[in-house]
């Protein structure tokens, strides 16, 4: 994801950054986000976006890119499911903390 960033201008660069700073101080009003599937959501700015899953108190940020159709694809949204799943079933293992 953050390679995924590092390569934009810097102009979308501090876009997302302010989106996702945004997010973070919990502000959810002033971004635009699409619920993808159950959990599963993309912050849009621009002509990109961010997939992302809140658990708990925390922001998981998955992955970003630049959408060229109107769908998102699929593998995509499998892919934070898939993570989902992994930390979901870490905590229940106890291997990660929840706060």
Same mark, same amino acid.
């Given at each position: 994801? *953050?390679?995924?960033?590092?390569? #934009? @201008?810097?102009?979308?660069?501090?876009?997302?950054?302010?989106? /996702?700073?945004?997010?973070?101080?919990?502000?959810? %009003?002033? $971004? =635009?986000?699409?619920?993808?599937?159950?959990?599963?959501?993309? #912050?849009?700015? *621009?002509?990109?976006? /961010?997939?992302?899953?809140?658990?708990? @108190? $925390?922001?998981?940020?998955?992955?970003?890119?630049? !959408? !060229?159709?109107?769908?998102?694809?699929?593998? =995509? /949204?499998?892919?934070? %499911?898939?993570? #989902? !799943?992994?930390?979901?079933?870490? !905590?229940?293992?106890?291997?990660?903390? $929840?706060?």
């Amino acid at each position: 994801m *953050r390679e995924f960033i590092r390569e #934009l @201008d810097l102009s979308d660069q501090a876009k997302i950054d302010a989106a /996702i700073t945004t997010l973070e101080q919990g502000d959810f %009003q002033s $971004v =635009e986000i699409k619920t993808l599937r159950g959990k599963i959501k993309e #912050l849009i700015v *621009r002509s990109f976006r /961010i997939i992302f899953f809140i658990n708990g @108190d $925390v922001i998981y940020f998955v992955s970003g890119f630049k !959408k !060229k159709t109107r769908k998102t694809p699929r593998s =995509e /949204i499998e892919n934070a %499911q898939n993570i #989902l !799943k992994l930390l979901n079933k870490q !905590k229940r293992r106890g291997k990660i903390k $929840v706060r």
